[in-house]
């Protein structure tokens, strides 16, 4: 962030809360152009935002005020200063519903408290629809006032050309384009005057306090209420077991029934056609994030979309005749270069016994810890206190130590068998540690060359720490 907006921000803070800013943090870039900062101070805080984008701005701002001014849970604002793309807001705090998610579930197991969270999140979403929608001024949405034909097109046109185009899916251009009127049509016939928040996933609601809290929601517009619900229930990432979707769908049902009389088959039919939709507009983002700009996290994504087709495909084929695209949805599902994207990561950590085993952040639990204190240590040299195992000496060191290799020689395969298993059952995460006494020289040679091994045979993402050396740095 520049340096005058940094500026800007800091005597926003100053004025809003009175205190001086006593430090600031610039939060992760995600999937937008704008950038954060959080500023504390005498034991207050609030996040500084500048988006060049005055559009967009104007638009988030604007709904931010309005749906405040209803009761519904959103950040406040601050301060604004659109002339310079600034504005100060509510600090919501580091937890998203993603990161709940993560550390409340163990494989297909959601805990009590987040299928509570979940069913908070749809009841502030009926609240947010309807209530939100209420004298609502639809000329700030940006860039477009209602999730229409023109709105339906650009998604559909987002995955053709982003998604089909550059993953190399053949098609019959024409016929496919046919398809797409067909299912525009379908879905024009649900009531579409409501908000539509656009890109309701788990990553654009917070979690504070054991409450949902809305981010994210520049890009509304008017729509139907079944985008949303699709948006949440059939979010990658998530992975919502078809049981509990199923669930939380009937729970959204049975709240929307509490305000506004519902015709649950028109509503089904309408909504599936909208979870079509939705999952194209997402793989058009994945494709346009991972394969053009190579953002690795978004490819991450591709096997839970690729899943959630299989399954509608199967069991929620919709009720009008769109055989191209249908085609082209089955054939994915069998793509080669697709389907050797996965899911998976792999953790491996070098630790230091003297500080223990390292926590698995994954919430999943298990893993490997592999003691390296039985090979032989150059540690105990001289020459060697001052480096670590990437470096050239040390390397050296263990090449010629059979202590070494025949430890890896048996670390390999055990860990290859779990790589594979979790790749075909679709697993998150297997987290891998090696320890030693100082986390120097043993676990840190063996982390980096199971690194490379993984790297070398398996089409996954591969973390590496170093945890003692991290400290060490400071």
């Known amino acids: 962030m520049e340096q005058d907006k940094l500026q800007l921000l800091m005597k926003m803070f100053t004025r809003n809360t009175g205190e001086q800013v006593e430090s600031m943090n610039m939060l992760p870039v995600s999937g937008s152009y704008r950038e954060y900062v959080r500023f504390k101070g005498g034991g207050k805080s609030a996040l500084g935002a500048y988006n060049s984008d005055k559009k967009e701005n104007i638009a988030f701002v604007g709904f931010s005020e309005h749906f405040h001014a209803k009761g519904l849970n959103v950040p406040k604002i601050f301060e604004n200063d659109a002339e310079n793309n600034v504005y100060l807001l509510e600090d919501l705090g580091d937890t998203t519903l993603f990161d709940f998610l993560q550390r409340n579930r163990t494989e297909d197991e959601f805990s009590e408290a987040l299928i509570e969270i979940y069913k908070k999140t749809i009841e502030e979403l009926v609240l947010f629809q309807l209530k939100g929608t209420e004298g609502l001024d639809f000329e700030l949405c940006y860039p477009r006032k209602a999730f229409d034909r023109q709105s339906m097109q650009w998604d559909l046109h987002?995955?053709?050309?982003?998604?089909?185009?550059?993953a190399q899916v053949p098609f019959d251009e024409q016929k496919l384009e046919e398809d797409f009127q067909c299912l525009m049509d379908f879905l024009l016939e649900a009531e579409h005057h409501y908000f539509l928040y656009r890109d309701f996933q788990s990553r654009n609601?917070?979690?504070?306090?054991g409450e949902p809290w809305f981010i994210d929601y520049q890009g509304g517009r008017k729509g139907a209420l079944q985008y949303d619900l699709a948006s949440l229930l059939y979010d990658g990432k998530a992975d919502i077991p078809v049981d509990l979707r199923e669930m939380l769908y009937n729970h959204y049902i049975q709240t929307l029934k509490k305000h506004k009389e519902v015709d649950e088959a028109?509503?089904?039919?309408?909504?599936?056609?909208y979870v079509y939709i939705r999952i194209m507009q997402a793989m058009g983002a994945y494709g346009f994030r991972g394969f053009y700009e190579k953002k690795e996290h978004f490819l991450k994504s591709i096997p839970f979309a690729l899943k959630n087709i299989t399954y509608l495909l199967t069991n929620h084929p919709l009720p009008i005749n769109m055989p191209e695209l249908n085609t082209v949805l089955d054939a994915l599902t069998h793509n080669e270069k697709l389907l050797r994207i996965n899911a998976l990561t792999v953790t491996i950590n070098s630790f230091s016994y003297k500080r223990g085993i390292p926590?698995?952040?994954?919430g999943n639990g298990g893993g490997f810890v592999f003691d390296c204190r039985a090979i032989h240590n150059p540690g105990r040299y001289a020459a060697y206190q001052h480096v670590t195992g990437k470096d050239e000496s040390v390397i050296k060191f263990f090449e010629n130590e059979p202590e070494m290799e025949e430890f890896l020689g048996s670390v390999f395969p055990l860990i290859s068998k779990s790589v594979e298993k979790y790749i075909s059952r679709n697993f998150k995460h297997l987290m891998v540690n090696f320890g030693c006494t100082g986390g120097q020289h043993r676990s840190v040679y063996s982390a980096e060359r199971m690194a490379k091994y993984i790297r070398e045979n398996y089409p996954v993402t591969v973390k590496l720490r170093h945890?003692?050396?991290e400290i060490k740095k400071g």
């Open 158 to 166: 987002y995955f053709k050309y982003y998604f089909l185009k550059l």
């Open 205 to 209: 609601i917070m979690v504070k306090s």
């Open 266 to 273: 028109s509503f089904k039919n309408h909504f599936l056609g």
């Open 359 to 362: 926590y698995d952040m994954s």
């Open 467 to 469: 945890i003692e050396q």
